[in-house]
């Protein structure tokens, strides 16, 4: 199959996972809105800098959208299982069509929400208070890095749905995720905390984007040399997940 049929059935495969926000806006407002509220909730009612040098909003900015590019995975998940169960996938199977087209497509409708829902939460954070510092150039590594960062969740989540296969059994895997988002430094400095719990939360790949991306914000707890940590960590997973999510995809009803 030539490249230009498999650029064709990816798009395809796009078109009816962006076709389905039109059907459901609604849950497409919640995914956006629910790590807004966390922001002014943290940066409001519970944020209390512990351990942080510098303006408290500086700081969790970087640190809520570093979460935003983790959470919200719920959704692709469940539109995977959904479509396993409906049968879906497996008339998709049954046609002329690139093997992991209807992947590619579910990963690139994810991803254009998720710059749409990063640039939100961009704005509520100017909103706020929060300044960039770092210039342009920076400024955009900073949210190229959330990005990458977010295509290999994605694909954890992917794999995860097919393993699952069930819409009843997403709930129990999305636990998962809540324990790699708050165990991080997105709400305070690892300085802050116990010993063998800083040094957990060090080793968090999503605490080395946060770092990464404050770093490149010129915002408080940014260091240097994080930005290869939150190039690499994403790197890895993406190679690890993506061909398992291709493999299991290919392997369904066998």
């Not at 796009?14 to 806006?25: I, N, S, Y």
């Not at 954070?125 to 210039?135: D, F, K, L, N, V």
């Not at 890095?145 to 059994?169: K, N, Q, Y």
Request: glycine share 12%; hydrophobic share 55%.
């Amino acid at each position: 199959m030539s490249n230009a049929y498999v650029v064709s059935d990816c798009w395809t495969m796009t078109r009816r996972e962006l076709a389905h926000w039109a059907r459901q806006p609604v849950a497409v407002v919640v995914g956006i809105a629910f790590p807004v509220m966390m922001l002014l909730m943290f940066g409001y009612l519970v944020g209390g800098g512990r351990g942080v040098d510098g303006d408290y909003v500086d700081f969790l900015v970087p640190g809520m959208l570093t979460l935003t590019m983790v959470f919200g995975l719920e959704g692709t998940m469940t539109a995977v299982t959904r479509d396993l169960d409906k049968g879906v996938i497996d008339r998709f199977r049954s046609m002329p069509m690139a093997d992991g087209a209807v992947l590619v497509g579910r990963a690139a409708a994810d991803m254009l929400q998720s710059t749409v829902g990063l640039l939100v939460m961009v704005g509520v954070g100017y909103a706020i208070g929060w300044r960039t510092h770092g210039g342009l150039v920076s400024t955009l590594g900073a949210l190229g890095l959330l990005l990458l960062l977010r295509f290999a969740m994605l694909w954890i989540g992917i794999f995860l749905a097919l393993v699952a296969g069930r819409a009843e059994l997403v709930q129990a895997v999305q636990i998962l995720v809540w324990p790699l988002g708050f165990l991080s430094n997105a709400f305070a400095s690892p300085d802050s905390m116990p010993g063998w719990l800083g040094a957990f939360v060090e080793w968090n790949p999503m605490s080395a984007t946060a770092t990464a991306a404050r770093e490149l914000f010129g915002n408080p707890g940014g260091e240097p040399g994080h930005v290869t940590a939150a190039v690499v960590w994403p790197l890895v997973l993406l190679a690890v997940f993506l061909p398992l999510a291709v493999r299991k995809f290919g392997r369904l009803g066998k």
